[in-house]
């Protein structure tokens, strides 16, 4: 246990270990990812009291329907991690796998290569949504109905539109950091920036500013915050040397393009399948319900949080490993993960479980009693998701990425047929339960399938070198 201990303490330490052999790389991604977790936890954490403070809060000033669409307007945000059409996601896997092989030169062309076609990517969307806004009926899209619900609509939806923009180019800077293992970094600022939403929410409340301004404070500053990020970025960091534009690269973008599509794929499916419940909600049962469905994956998106503190960090240490042959410590690191991911997703959904209604009744309204067979279904869809999003992780960082977006695929078309399914004869219930179905049938037993196919085939690979005498 004390030399266990004494390990941990080794790895605080700013200063870089040793790669240039297998057992110093192993203790560098340790670090990197003690760091990484580290700084992660500020970030989760401002982002956890951000929601448990904000929600009574705006529950209370909003009122149910203004609340449900504010709600609404939280599951868009997801959607903005998938408007740079995967390309992120891809940077994550190329740089991370030239950073295993050492090509600074390299580094630097896929990050100008990737942020010049996401400003351009910006551009042509602006465009398109200047054109669309005026054309559709936000209230019908939201099912609306009082007046104040009806006009502020509009204009929130308008800031919506231009921060989802701005945000293509200037979020992914935090996948980069993430693929270079300076998630210590990335997480840091994401901190930040969870932060500057916070206060803009409560003195939104504090003000009783309109719901324009709450928009603007859930996804305006945090924008403000990347900006200051970028700038630090390429004017201040060793590995990005500013922006050359001489080092855009037309095939390298091609080569973003192919691969980010295979992720768009993959996680814009998974917006579908899981953000749509709010959406889906409001369309069959009004924005109101949206309310009682909202808080209860509020409360249980804590645990989701939480895990991924620990295994996002993974995904870049899972490439560069790959890279460079590491497959022992590969191993070792997805048995361990799926052990704690498992273990927090399993105590703290229990937990939820037993106490979740008393928590609402404390934070939000002492009225609004939420169905136990909905405690309970976000409980096992928790322990679901937590084991699927630790396979995934390995998945994408072993570069098993295109198996991935087929399930994917099905999973989103079957997971909206069984929702409404599930909508019109089991209520607002009827959703989680839902979920849990189409991901267990569709994506965690393909996941388990295709693990075990990759851990066979780095065996196969380990015994091959030793026998080559590597």
Known sequence: MLAHIQQLLHLFSWKPFDTNTEQGRAKERHRRILWTTLASGFAKLTGILASIITIPLTFHYLGVERFGLWMLFNTF???ANFADIGMGYGLINMIADAKG???QKLIQTYIVSGMSVLWIISFILAIIFGFVFPLIQWEKVFNVTSPQAVEESYAAMWVFGCCFILAIPLNIIQKILSALQRGFSANSWQGLANLSSFIGIIS??????SMTWLVFALVGLPLLVMLGNNGWFFYFNREAMGFQFSLCNGQIIVQLLKRGIIFFILHFCGVIAIAMDNILIAQWLGAS??????????????ISLIILLFILPLWAAYTEAFAKGDLQWIKKTLKRSIILSLSISMSLGVVLMLAGQNIIALLVNKDMEIPTMLWVGFGIWK???SLGMTLSIFLNGVHVVSQQAMAAIIWAVFSIFIKILFIERFGIVGVIWGSSLAYSLCMLFPFIYLVRAKILEIKSVGIQKGNAGY
């Open 383 to 385: 322990i679901i998701e």
């Open 101 to 103: 092989k050492n090509d």
């Open 289 to 302: 319900a949206v309310s009682y469905y909202a808080v209860s994956e509020k409360l249980f998106s804590i």
């Open 204 to 209: 939104g409340v504090y003000f009783q500013a």
């Open 77 to 79: 945000v997801v959607f």
